[in-house]
């Protein structure tokens, strides 16, 4: 069936479904297990980091009690290998037991008790990434109900062993089984990354109609090559992508590495810059039973996730990128407010970067901006007077101007 | 000239030299101003940083205050960038006055009243890396004396702007010069990292017995990219440059960038225990004045050190690389210990690495060993005993065995 006929099909399932149900009318933010904790279903040798019940608990707990809740990280997310190999008799999805012993709307209790919310994983194809059953078109409607009936708040719907046309229909129709349901359940898709990542493959005005957020690009290692890797694709695509975002529908980076073992503090640092800049989700991948206080102050820095946060939600822009390796971004904020990000590409000593908001396309004015990382102001800036900023390698500067 | 009449024409020299004069029994320890301060002469807007007699009396007063001097670390080794553009009257190299309004020769006392070394760079060639006065062949003995007379301790001659013959007749002259002034100097030659590094075209035979120490390979950037590339070389080439070093004699891979911007603490102790197996040079280059308390710790382990500085001066090897991306490293140690390195080179997640002391070629028997970074014992270890370590991503397990 070509790209055509499978249109066509589309069309034939009605399309009135919208997920403008008023979820994530800024970016979510939480904490997602696969990049730290992956398939590890060895809960015998591996107790505290297996995929289980007990690993969400405690995250869960972490979230509340070490002041993670309060700036705005509230989703709590499985990702894949929760799932038993095998559906129940009424062929719903079920937990594996051993791991997840008092099921998956238990542990939807346990989050909500504690003022968070649970995300789910499931996949749109004939199993998951990682073998587990997928949910074939025939079975979404099921699906959608089971997760409905536990109390599941977000669903990442990922699509190994799918095919375009079975994307075509199904990332739709999960859509509406979840809207159908009456549970309010933020949905997260990752068709436009089995896509290629961009138009005419991928249709943005189609997602933003039935995704509330989507991965468009390769799964997030734990290293600065691949966060560079991810900023390069987003912001050499920017000009597709940035429009397609917008509140209530959101770009999707993948998860924050801030906190595991394969960033400096700088690149910590430029990760969250960053994402903020993007609008991307904030959905952090680390332990957070272990990590330094360097991690914790940037991932949990104020002005950072607000910028993130800004309720116009309009994804920033990379602006330059200078001969010295001085990259430039910009985001607009709410308020006249605006956000830049200096990156440094280079990878030999703290460069002196010079500049004036002027030739940064800010219109003439008097402005002021904070430094989010150093914590510090700096007053009276005319859009021309000429500034140096030093920018640490593979480093950030960020500022909040307004 | 081909490369056969510029070996007979180095046959009309006298290399009755040896630089067998006693130092660098173990491998040099210091600070050298490169990866971290470059070629920044801007004292005006940068006098912190800056290349001047300033940032060296700053980093002999931090290695003497922060304990650096009592683990080892000795030599204060400037790099390129310090000379005027135009030799004196009498044909010698001189400072640029403005940075170095004191001279060398005072620097060089300043230096040695704290007890340390003074190291200096001079180039076999026309011109430095960076475009000041070089030491072409008929500048070799004056530039010998020159350094001798200010009290330089250590020679770093690099090999921009010269050919293969300059550089076959310099690099043995120098040691010659260096020998004949008296006055004992360490002698480190960048000639193999001009040739490739490898034979034939590099006669590690010679090289021993004219330096002390030679760089092999490219120059080191702040990024764990290049700390990774500079290992990869050293160990697929290990058979070639294991056999080189030894007391009085070392490969070089370049400068610990430990402390700086692009390593995660993981990849800074990855860093520093490779260079320990490696018998490398334990040259930091980073700014001793602004350093975490992580670096810190990772660059003042003294188990690491002594590693480092074991006086058999057997270079490790690697033994292994696995499937898995685990790769394992040995280096023979005195009175009948080692030091064992499980690298992981996987962007994941902890890896647990199954393995027994008798299946990394270790002999029948028992043995106790100690895990340098975490510091703690694993007793009771018979050569059969299966045992699993969880090593980070891009991190170690440094083990020393007895």
Redesign the interface.
């Known amino acids: 069936m070509g790209a055509l006929a499978a249109t066509q099909l589309l069309g034939l399932i009605s399309l009135s479904v919208t997920l403008d149900n008023g979820l994530l009318k800024t970016p979510p933010m939480g904490w997602m297990a696969w990049?730290?904790?992956?398939c590890?279903v060895d809960c015998r040798?591996?107790p505290e980091?297996c995929i289980s019940e007990g690993l969400f608990r405690d995250m869960a707990d972490r979230l509340v009690e070490d002041g993670w809740k309060e700036l705005g990280y509230e989703y709590v997310i499985i990702d894949d290998c929760w799932m038993s190999m095998l559906r129940d008799k009424q062929g719903r999805l079920q937990p594996e037991p051993s791991r997840f012993p008092s099921g998956i709307d238990k542990l939807a209790r346990y989050i909500h008790d504690h003022g968070l919310k649970l995300g789910i994983y499931a996949d749109m194809g004939t199993h998951t990434c990682m073998g587990f059953p997928g949910t074939t078109l025939e079975k979404i409607e099921i699906d959608a109900q089971t997760f409905a009936s536990w109390g599941v708040d977000y669903l990442k719907f990922d699509g190994c062993y799918s095919n375009p046309v079975d994307q075509m229909l199904g990332y739709p129709l999960m859509s509406k089984a979840l809207n159908a349901t009456g549970r309010p359940m933020a949905y997260s898709c990752s068709w436009p990354a089995y896509l290629g990542g961009l138009p005419p493959y991928v249709n943005y005005s189609l997602l933003g109609e039935i995704c509330h957020l989507w991965r468009n690009y390769y799964d997030i290692?734990?290293?600065?090559?691949?966060v560079l890797g991810i900023v390069d694709w987003f912001f050499n695509n920017q000009d597709e992508l940035q429009p397609a975002a917008g509140p209530g529908r959101w770009n999707d980076p993948d998860m924050l590495i801030i906190g595991?073992?394969?960033?400096?503090?700088?690149?910590a640092r430029s990760q969250m810059a960053l994402w903020a800049m993007m609008a991307a989700p904030l959905i952090m991948s680390n332990d957070l039973r272990n990590m330094?206080n360097?991690a914790r102050a940037i991932l949990q820095n104020r002005v950072a996730i607000a910028i993130n946060q800004d309720p116009m939600g309009i994804q920033g822009r990379r602006l330059l990128q200078e001969k010295s390796h001085i990259e430039v971004y910009w985001r607009p904020l709410s308020n006249s407010a605006s956000a830049l990000v200096f990156l440094s590409r280079r990878?030999?000593?703290?460069y002196?970067y010079h500049t004036s908001l002027a030739k940064l396309n800010y219109e003439a004015g008097n402005y002021e901006a904070y430094d989010v990382f150093m914590g510090s102001m700096v007053k009276r800036l005319n859009a021309t007077t000429d500034f140096?900023i030093s920018v640490?390698?593979?480093?950030v500067v960020m500022w909040c101007a307004r």
Chains 1, 2 share one sequence.
Not at 35 to 38: C, H, L, Q, T
Not at 221 to 226: I, K, L, N, R
Not at 392 to 395: A, D, I, Q, R
Request: charged share 30%; net charge negative; glycine share 6%.
């Open positions: 990049e730290r904790f992956r590890d040798d591996d980091n290692q734990d290293s600065w090559d691949s595991n073992f394969g960033l400096s503090v700088d690149q330094d360097s990878t030999d000593m703290p002196l140096t640490n390698p593979s480093g």
